[in-house]
Structure formats: structure tokens, C-alpha cells
């Protein structure tokens, strides 16, 4: 499966952005999908996952209550909502895929990845 991301940019402190990450080549509805972010000089990280159907989702402790993921499978789509923008937030966010069940919050556990969108938040 492809995936490209989009909709990063430059926001301040407490606003908000979504995210988006559209797949094509195979089932979207067959995979996990996920976001995670890099920071410069940082390992990536998770950000949150959902399962097929949006049913199950998972989030990290830092985004949880700030930041919702959703999938739209009729337009083969990912979306990350992302409220009350912190500067710590700012890094190159990544969409995943992997193909098994069960969410994951580790990045070897996603077989596809998209390039990446920036997302500053300035304070």
C-alpha cells in the first residue's frame, strides 16, 4: 500500500490542524494505520493508531485528550485531528500501515510508511 500525507503547516501555540493520509494500491480497510511524529535529534515516536474499522483506537499519553484519529474507508483515508497545539508538538508526522488485527504503538511493528508532513507550532 502508498501512503501520502498531508495538511502539516505552521500554527501557534493552542491552535489546531488535521492531519490527512490518503493510501491506495490494496484493501485499505485490511491494514492498521497509525501516525507517528520525528522531532529533529529524536527518535520517532507513536502518536495513535486505529484499528479497521475505527473501533479500537490508542493514543499516546502526551497527545491523549488533545489529538483524535479517525479512518474514513470509503475514501481510503486517515486522519489525525490535532487540538491545543503545544510547542513540543512540532515535528515531521508520519502515516503507517500494517497489516495484521491488533494496534500497535511500535514503529517496527508498520510495514508502510508515507513521507512525512511538517508540523511547527510556534509560541
Do not use: H
Amino acid at each position: 500500500v502508498q501512503l501520502q500525507a498531508y495538511g502539516g503547516g505552521l500554527v501557534q501555540a493552542g491552535g489546531s490542524l488535521r492531519l490527512s493520509c490518503a493510501a491506495s494500491g490494496r484493501t485499505f480497510s485490511n491494514y492498521i494505520m497509525g501516525w507517528f511524529r520525528q522531532a529533529p535529534g529524536k527518535e520517532r515516536e507513536f502518536v495513535a493508531a486505529v484499528n479497521w474499522n475505527g473501533g479500537s483506537r490508542i493514543y499516546a499519553d502526551s497527545v491523549k485528550g488533545r489529538f483524535t484519529i479517525s479512518r474514513d474507508n470509503a475514501k481510503n483515508t486517515v486522519y489525525l485531528e490535532m487540538n491545543g497545539l503545544k510547542p513540543e508538538d512540532t515535528a515531521v508526522y508520519y502515516c503507517a500501515a500494517r497489516r495484521y488485527t491488533l494496534t500497535s504503538r511500535m514503529v517496527g511493528d508498520y510495514e508502510f510508511w508515507g513521507q512525512g508532513t511538517q508540523v511547527t507550532v510556534s509560541s
